[in-house]
C-alpha cells in the first residue's frame, strides 16, 4: 500500500494566529496566539517525532508562522535533524520586514505564498485585508532575493475561475518553482456556495494538464485529486507525450497534519483527530490508528469512488467527502466521471 510505512510530508500548524481574514480559511485564523500552542521542549519533543517519521518534506504553516517569535530557531532545528523544511506565511507587514537570507541560512528550501486574485482587486477581496496583493509581490520579490525556491497557491473559486488567463500570465512573471492549485473544501470559513461544479473542474484540470506541457514549473493539485485521473486520461490520447508526475498523496495517505495544539490529523482539510504528539508517538498513529489505515485502503470506498478504476492514484478528496456528506469514504462529490460497472484495472 502507497505510504504505509511513513509519510510523504507532515504540515504542522505552528500558530493559529493570523492578521489576515481570508473568506476560504479552514483554519478559521485568529489574531492571538493560543496559549496551548506547542512551545519550548514541547516543540523539541515533537521535531523528534516528525524526523523518526522520516518525511520528504516537513511544512510549517498556520495561521501565519511568522506570529511565532521562535519561528527561525524551529526551521534551524528542523533543518538539524535532517528534515527538508519549507514556510507558507501569510503575506503581512511582518513577513516583508523578515530578513529571509536568515531563514535561507538556517536552512529553509521553500517558501510558499497565496495569489488567489490575478488581480488587485479580487486577491484583496479574497484576503479580506486591503494591500495584501502588494505585499505579496513584495514577499515574491524578497524570496528570488534571498534565492528560495518559491510555490505559489491559488484556490479556485466561483469567485475567480474567470480569471483563469490572468493567472497564467502573472505565474510566467512570477517563475515560481511549483504551482499548487487548491480545490475548495467547506469546511471552516468556506462556503458550498463557493465551489466550482463537476464540469467545471473537469475544464480546469484538462487546461491545467495542457498547461503543465508547456511551463518549466511544476502543476499540482490540492484536495483536487481527480485531476490525477484527468490528467493520466490526457496522456493516453498523446501517448508520445511524457507521462504525468503524480503522486497518490491524500488525506491520511502519504498526509499527516499537526494541529497547533498538537491534535494529527489526516489533513488541515480533515479534522478528525486520532492522537496528539503530547501523547502519542506521530509515526505510530500514521501507521496504525483505524482512521489512517481506513483513508488508505481503496477498497473501503463507496459510491462510483468504489468501482473507479482510478482510485489507487486518485480517490477523490476525503475531506470535501467529509465535509458535505458526513462520511470520509463517501464519493467525491465534485467528480462527474461515471467508471464502469465492474472495476478495471488501470
Not at 515574491?140 to 483563469?164: D, M, W, Y
Request: glycine share 8%.
Amino acid at each position: 500500500m502507497p505510504w504505509a510505512e511513513r509519510p510523504f510530508i507532515i504540515i504542522w500548524d505552528v500558530t493559529r494566529a493570523c492578521a489576515l481574514a481570508c473568506r476560504h480559511c479552514r483554519a478559521e485564523a485568529i489574531h492571538r496566539r493560543d496559549p496551548r500552542e506547542l512551545t519550548g521542549p514541547a516543540v523539541e519533543a515533537f521535531l523528534d517525532q516528525v524526523a523518526r517519521a522520516q518525511p520528504e518534506l516537513f511544512v510549517l504553516t498556520g495561521g501565519d508562522p511568522m506570529m511565532r517569535p521562535d519561528l527561525i530557531g524551529i526551521v534551524r532545528g528542523a533543518v538539524e535533524r535532517g528534515l527538508r523544511v519549507a514556510m507558507s506565511p501569510s503575506a503581512t507587514p511582518r513577513f516583508v520586514k523578515a530578513d529571509l537570507r536568515q531563514f535561507r541560512e538556517a536552512g529553509l528550501k521553500r517558501i510558499s505564498l497565496s495569489i488567489d486574485g490575478a488581480k488587485r482587486e479580487t486577491h484583496d477581496a479574497f484576503r479580506g485585508v486591503p494591500g495584501t496583493w502588494d505585499r505579496t509581490l513584495e514577499c515574491v520579490s524578497a524570496a528570488h532575493e534571498a534565492q528560495l525556491e518559491i510555490q505559489i497557491n491559488t484556490t479556485f473559486t466561483r469567485q475567480n475561475i474567470g480569471e483563469l488567463d490572468d493567472f497564467i500570465r502573472l505565474l510566467g512573471d512570477i517563475k515560481p518553482a511549483m504551482w499548487s492549485v487548491f480545490q475548495l473544501v467547506p469546511t471552516g470559513r468556506a462556503k458550498i456556495a463557493d465551489l466550482l461544479l463537476g464540469r467545471e473542474l473537469e475544464i480546469l484540470f484538462g487546461r491545467l494538464y495542457a498547461l503543465s506541457l508547456r511551463v518549466p514549473y511544476r502543476i499540482k493539485t490540492t484536495e483536487g485529486q481527480h485531476y490525477r485521473r484527468v490528467a493520466l486520461q490526457q496522456w493516453r490520447l498523446h501517448p508520445e507525450q511524457p507521462p504525468p508526475m503524480l503522486r497518490p498523496v491524500s488525506d491520511g495517505k502519504g498526509f499527516v497534519f499537526v494541529s497547533h495544539t498538537g491534535d494529527i490529523q489526516p489533513s488541515g482539510f480533515l479534522p478528525i483527530t486520532a492522537g496528539n504528539v503530547r501523547h502519542n508517538e506521530l509515526i505510530d498513529v500514521y501507521r496504525n490508528s483505524p482512521l489512517f489505515l481506513e483513508l488508505r485502503d481503496a477498497d473501503l470506498l463507496k459510491g462510483k469512488c468504489a468501482r473507479c478504476e482510478y482510485n489507487t492514484i486518485c480517490g477523490g478528496s476525503r475531506a470535501r467527502a467529509y465535509a458535505m456528506t458526513g462520511d470520509y469514504l463517501a464519493e467525491e462529490p465534485l467528480c462527474i466521471y461515471q467508471p464502469p460497472a465492474v472495476r478495471l484495472a488501470l
